[in-house]
């Protein structure tokens, strides 16, 4: 036994099994449905569900109790590999028994190379060049289902068995599963009472997860009325060809950046962090938005993209060169529009890029209700940014719309403190 268990120290080959077509699988990990976790076809790029086994198992039986001691010591991890979250990639792996997430990302990375190497191989230079050798994988365990996913800490490792989800960029994701997918969850949020939504995914590419009534009237009103005697005309961050252009005909609306100096809008921020699954010194401060009728927001982009900012230093300072980005909106409802201004993601389900960016006939489009959210990813698991996260705010028709940004980043900003 001590034989077989050694010959598998040898990185991981054991068998890549794939699930023949048609095979029955178990989609249960622990007490955790997979079916929850993966999709029954659609890739997430840079995201994978591992099913990590008991070890002990293995192990039992062996002739005496100090056999088994090192047997448990030497042993290797019976894993399930879901390659990009998708049920029927089903891979059985066997690895090493991990000592930290470090090691746990060098084994998978060996066998599933990062989809975003350039990244991956940039940003572990620069942790080791400052002396530092840690995981850029994130690691999840999912609760049980209404429980929210909770980070994996090096210290976790020993011990670690049943699922967990792994993200190549570092940062959490919710993962869409398919159209229409459903989940509950209930956020805790220290000092106030918990709150249950459920997250509904409207599309894949991108990724866009709507949550109805996660704002109350009173918080949506409070916001409007912080906001609406400070509003100013909209500006936008400029691209190098269009520094000193106005703004006037892509983008019409008002705006004010709000800071989080009240008790509604520091609770908002928390429940926003406990929704995403990211502190709150990843945000940046709500940007409220007001459009009457005939405004809009023509399609853009929420991610930096560096390419087109060669000559910001303010912008590849603030994304280092790209390899930082914000990685999500949540955008608020504020008000229920009457006709128009929905959101629209023109390029939804894989579309080609508009010739219009203010036509909002094409792709997936948001009704504004008031307290509704959304939260679309501007980036991949994998840390890529997505193309397909185009968005623009159609024309208000009849009433006002009221709205705020809310912009989450795959690393700690400051603006706000927990
Ligand atoms: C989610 O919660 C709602 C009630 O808020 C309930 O009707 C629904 O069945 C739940 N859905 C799931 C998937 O648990």
Same mark, same amino acid.
């Given at each position: ?12 080959l054991?068998c !890549? =099994? ?6 029955e699988?178990?989609t249960?990990?622990g %007490? ?6 993966? +999709?029954?076809?659609w890739?997430?790029q ?17 002739? +005496? ?23 029927? +990639?089903?891979?059985?792996? &066997?690895?090493?028994?991990?000592a ?36 850029l994988?994130? /690691?999840?365990?999912?609760?049980? !289902?209404?429980? =929210? ?22 940062a959490?994701?919710w993962?869409?599963?398919?159209? %229409? ?5 209930s956020?805790? #949020?220290?000092?106030?009472p918990?709150v ?8 894949? &590419?991108p ?6 009534s ?7 009103q ?7 005697p400070? #509003? ?7 691209m ?5 252009k106005a %703004?006037?005909?892509?983008?019409t609306?008002?705006?004010?950046? #709000? ?42 982009? %929420?991610?930096?993209?560096v ?12 994304t280092?060169?790209?390899? /930082?980005?914000r990685?999500?909106?949540? /955008? ?12 629209? /993601? ?40 997505d ?26 900003m400051?603006?706000?403190?927990e």
């Open positions: 036994m001590r034989a077989s268990f050694n010959s598998i120290w040898h990185p991981l054991l !890549a =099994l794939l699930a023949g077509a048609g095979a699988v178990s249960v990990c %007490d955790v449905n997979l079916d929850d976790w993966t +999709s029954p076809s890739p997430f840079g995201y994978s569900v591992l099913c990590i086994g008991d070890r002990a198992a293995s192990c039992s039986g062996g002739a +005496s109790a100090d056999d088994e001691a090192t047997c448990l010591a030497d042993s290797s991890l019976h894993v399930t590999i879901y390659n990009a979250g998708v049920r029927s +990639s089903r891979a059985n792996l &066997q690895i090493p028994v991990p930290d997430l470090q090691d746990l990302e060098k084994v998978l990375a060996k066998e599933y190379p990062p989809s975003n190497p350039t990244r991956h191989n940039k940003i572990k230079d620069a942790f080791q060049k400052k002396g530092r050798d840690k995981a994988f994130a /690691f999840y365990k999912p609760g049980r !289902a209404g429980e =929210l996913p909770v980070r994996i800490s090096s210290t976790d490792v020993k011990g670690l068995t049943g699922p967990v989800l792994v993200y190549e960029g570092g959490f994701l993962p869409g599963i398919e159209i %229409d997918f459903k989940r509950n969850v956020l805790n #949020m220290p000092g106030t918990p249950s939504v459920t997250l509904l995914t409207r599309s894949l &590419q990724l866009v997860i709507e949550v109805s996660f704002l109350d009237k009173s918080e949506c409070h916001i409007i009325g912080k906001a609406e400070r #509003m100013a005309k909209s500006g936008v961050s400029h190098d060809h269009d520094v000193g %703004d006037a005909t892509w983008r609306s008002s705006t004010y950046f #709000m800071p989080s100096d009240t008790d509604i809008v520091k609770r908002l921020d928390k429940r926003v962090a406990a929704l995403t699954l990211q502190s709150v010194r990843h945000q940046e401060y709500a940007q409220v938005l007001r459009y009457e009728k005939n405004e809009h927001y023509e399609a853009h982009h %929420d991610f930096f993209d390419a087109l900012y060669q000559k910001s230093e303010q912008v590849l300072g603030l280092k060169n790209g390899l /930082f980005n990685l999500a909106t949540v /955008f608020f409802y504020l008000s229920t529009v009457e006709k128009g201004g929905q959101t629209n /993601f023109p390029r939804a389900g894989g579309g080609p890029q508009p010739r219009n960016f203010a036509a909002c006939s094409e792709g997936v489009s948001i009704d504004p209700q008031e307290g509704r959210i959304i939260i679309f990813y501007s980036l991949h698991p994998s840390g890529r940014t193309e397909y996260s185009l968005h623009g705010g159609c024309d208000v028709h009849e009433g006002t719309k009221w709205s705020a940004n809310k912009w989450i980043w795959n690393k700690p400051d603006y706000l403190r």
